[in-house]
């Protein structure tokens, strides 16, 4: 799993495979709630995204609530996967 996190607080989760379907988001939502307790399920927004890099692979996005610390394990990104 990737965790990326860009300049403006803006948040992806990424899967390690190409797992679209509904327990493999909702897995993706846990992780994010966990490490978010404020994140509210109306701020997640599922995306599958494109370029070479990342393309059909289906993950999430949302902006970092306040005042949730963001986990060392999130990886600084300058922006998030193209869609």
Known sequence: MKKLICYNNNAAILPDHYGKNISAIQ??????KKDFPFLQ??????Q????????DITG???HV???CVI???YI????????
């Open 41 to 46: 399920d109306s701020q997640i927004i599922v």
């Open 65 to 67: 609530p306040y005042p």
């Open 60 to 62: 999430i996005e949302f």
């Open 48 to 55: 599958r995204y494109g370029g070479s890099r990342y393309k």
């Open 27 to 32: 897995e993706l939502v846990t992780v994010a």
């Open 76 to 83: 600084e990104s300058k922006y998030l996967p193209e869609i």
């Open 71 to 73: 986990p060392a394990d």
